[in-house]
């Protein structure tokens, strides 16, 4: 598997680093102007030194060219009480920046965040109101009919859910409204309340961690891994390494989930976890599915919850001998990611006991999951 043409936003180039770093530069530029004033501070009290003053005596000349000179660094246009003011001014500026542009985002969002708000509590009424009447159908038979010729009778949801990350962004934010508008349900403000509202019709699952697998991949006793590397040298050996096991969770299978334990030449340990993706399509009014990698943890995931699927991370992350402090790398696809990002998210809780230090998602909705700023993120979208 190639590495693949690669964007990256986020990190050191993103805008949220950016935030980060204008306020880093407003604070040294405020510690700056507390310095200039305490020089400035202390230059002024030379002026009146009782030596200075006594010299004027003997040498007036040298005395009055001392003085000025003095008073023009301190406070001439370019002395250091001017530089000390500049410096507050810019402090003061540059966090001024910051809120401004936090603002114009936050403001973005919630703008974006009604907009589909709006077309899903309008598509639930047009939906109540074609139920309602049958002549109203023949635009809906006709608009599924189009959606049908379009995907095909065969649609492999998890590959679309991938490929089209904002699409389902989208579909997703619609879900408030769309739950708003049916009779007799209450009004729902955000995704987390209404993927709360739906992962209750959800079963969340139990697990059993089977004894780990001690061959590491492209160990001479576990041929099947021959084409990766271990430990992984770098980002095509993670993808690799995430597309195996993504493609031995087949569909009906139970789940896939791999810890990968990397001994460092100290004996120091570090660890890799796979999430693979969505693997059971299932919907609320099916029955209850019997693997974690199905509809119900991406809902229960979309609501903040701590899931089964988490649980067994954790289970699996013991098992393996990890210690609390040691780093762990989550590295998952769609759902997988969801679930890593989660994972990230609750070591600020006590919710994931273990050091999360890297998460690396691909094709995984992970926007809204607030992660601790000591965690870096990969996200890879297409």
Excluded: C
Excluded at 174 to 189: A, E, R, Y
Excluded at 245 to 265: A, F, K, L, M, W
Excluded at 332 to 339: A, I, L, N, P
């Amino acid at each position: 598997m190639s590495d693949p043409q690669l964007q990256v936003s986020g990190g050191a180039g993103g805008t949220n680093a950016r935030y980060a770093d204008i306020g880093v530069l407003a604070q040294h530029s405020d510690d700056l102007a507390g310095d200039l004033a305490a020089i400035s501070a202390q230059g002024h009290g030379m002026l009146v030194d009782p030596d200075l003053l006594a010299s004027a005596v003997l040498n007036p000349d040298g005395f009055a060219k001392i003085e000025a000179g003095l008073l023009r660094a301190l406070d001439g246009p370019d002395g250091l009480t001017a530089l000390s003011l500049d410096f507050g001014h810019r402090a003061i500026a540059l966090r001024t920046v910051v809120a401004s542009y936090q603002a114009v985002d936050e403001a973005q969002a919630r703008t974006i965040d009604s907009l589909r708000w709006s077309l899903g509590f309008g598509l639930g009424i047009g939906l109540h109101g074609a139920l309602a009447n049958p002549l109203m159908t023949l635009p809906l038979v006709s608009t599924l009919g189009a959606a049908g010729a379009l995907f095909g009778d065969d649609v492999d949801w998890q590959q679309l859910i991938t490929d089209h990350p904002g699409l389902i962004d989208t579909l997703v934010g619609m879900g408030p409204g769309l739950i708003s508008s049916l009779p007799g349900t209450p009004m729902v403000g955000d995704v987390p309340g209404a993927a709360n509202l739906i992962g209750e019709f959800y079963d969340d699952g139990t697990f059993e961690v089977t004894k780990p697998d001690l061959r590491g991949p492209g160990d001479n006793t576990d041929t099947s891994h021959d084409s990766m590397r271990f430990p992984p040298e770098g980002f095509g050996d993670l993808i690799n390494g995430l597309d195996y096991r993504n493609r031995e969770s087949n569909t009906g299978q139970p789940d896939q989930i791999d810890v990968r334990v990397i001994t460092n030449p100290d004996g120091s340990k570090a660890y890799v976890v796979d999430i693979p993706g969505t693997k059971a399509m299932n919907m609320p009014w099916d029955a209850g599915s019997p693997f974690l990698n199905d509809m119900g943890t991406n809902v229960r995931v979309l609501g903040g919850d701590t899931t089964s699927r988490q649980d067994a991370i954790a289970t699996a992350l013991d098992m393996a001998g990890a210690k609390a402090t040691d780093p762990v790398m989550l590295v998952g696809h769609s759902q997988g990611g969801m679930v890593a990002a989660q994972a990230a998210h609750d070591t600020a809780t006590g919710g994931f006991p273990y050091n999360v230090t890297h998460v690396v998602t691909a094709g995984s909705p992970i926007g809204n999951t607030e992660i601790p700023p000591g965690v870096q993120v990969l996200s890879l979208v297409l």
